[in-house]
């Protein structure tokens, strides 16, 4: 389904009935990253997915997609949709942009979880990489991609899961230069959100890999310590619908009974 937003559109898809649950994808990815769990998860909850910003069938609305421009965009599809309240679950990129929701709308949220995601800020050295890949995108896409994308699975997964790692990597080609561009400049801008994160008055989990390098996870475990959040770690790298498919399968739909009324 398309929603006629900023004089773009949006992409959204909708399965099922009950209580709301919103899924939003990560960097470089589509909607087509759930598809394994929606056929579970619609059996018991509505399922909306949303293609974020600059990617998928989604129009981009300029060169700098902010966590608030993105959250705005699916702020519209929830509103179109009566949403009033809902589970939401964002992996990675999907993480920030749920957490800038909760900034805005934290009366939205019956649950949070942040799959292979981080309520922190980028480092100075994540921000240098970033301008770095923006500069690179311009001239040579394609290999920035390729070599990106690799660093997203733990070593070893990208043999094991290599036709699965083939299919994401050319949905991940698919994504316009300008929404790479935007999505990169967008996360270089995004602030540290742990104490949202901690005073969201809903319930919260963090789903991170083990393997994963582009997480801190000693930092964000100790950071958590003695807050009401919950943690679940995993045994691969940063694409755990993948990696452990059938272990997160259980922790979603876990986590989404847990907190059905």
Same mark, same amino acid.
């Given at each position: ?50 293609? !974020? %910003?600059?990617?998928?069938? $989604?129009?981009?609305? @300029? &060169?700098?997609?902010?966590? /608030?421009? +993105? ?97 994401? !990597? %050319?949905?991940?080609?698919? $994504?316009?230069?300008? @929404? &790479?561009?935007?999505?990169? /400049?967008? +996360? ?74």
């Amino acid at each position: 389904m398309l929603l006629e937003y900023k004089n773009s559109i949006v992409h959204y898809t909708v399965e099922g009935k009950g209580e709301a649950v919103v899924l939003l994808h990560g960097f470089l990815e589509t909607v087509d990253m759930w598809h394994t769990l929606v056929p579970e998860l619609s059996k018991t909850h509505h399922v909306i997915c949303i293609d !974020l %910003l600059g990617h998928g069938k $989604t129009g981009c609305l @300029g &060169y700098v997609h902010t966590m /608030e421009n +993105m959250a705005d965009a699916v702020f519209a599809i929830l509103n179109h949709l009566k949403i009033k309240q809902a589970q939401i679950i964002g992996h990675s990129l999907g993480g920030y942009v749920a957490l800038a929701m909760a900034k805005k709308e934290p009366q939205l949220f019956k649950g949070l979880c942040l799959m292979n995601s981080t309520f922190e800020a980028d480092n100075n050295e994540r921000k240098t990489l970033r301008t770095r890949a923006i500069k690179m995108a311009q001239t040579n896409y394609e290999s920035l991609v390729r070599l990106s994308f690799a660093n997203l699975f733990a070593a070893e997964s990208r043999e094991k899961y290599r036709q699965n790692y083939e299919e994401v !990597l %050319l949905i991940a080609l698919q $994504t316009s230069v300008q @929404g &790479y561009i935007a999505a990169q /400049e967008g +996360m270089k801008l995004r602030p540290n959100r742990f104490e949202v994160f901690k005073n969201l008055k809903a319930n919260k989990l963090i789903i991170l890999g083990k393997k994963d390098s582009l997480m801190d996870i000693e930092k964000i475990v100790n950071q958590i310590k003695n807050t009401d959040v919950n943690f679940k770690e995993l045994s691969e790298g940063h694409m755990s619908h993948i990696e452990n498919k059938s272990e997160l399968s259980y922790v979603i739909n876990h986590f989404n009974e847990k907190y059905t009324s």
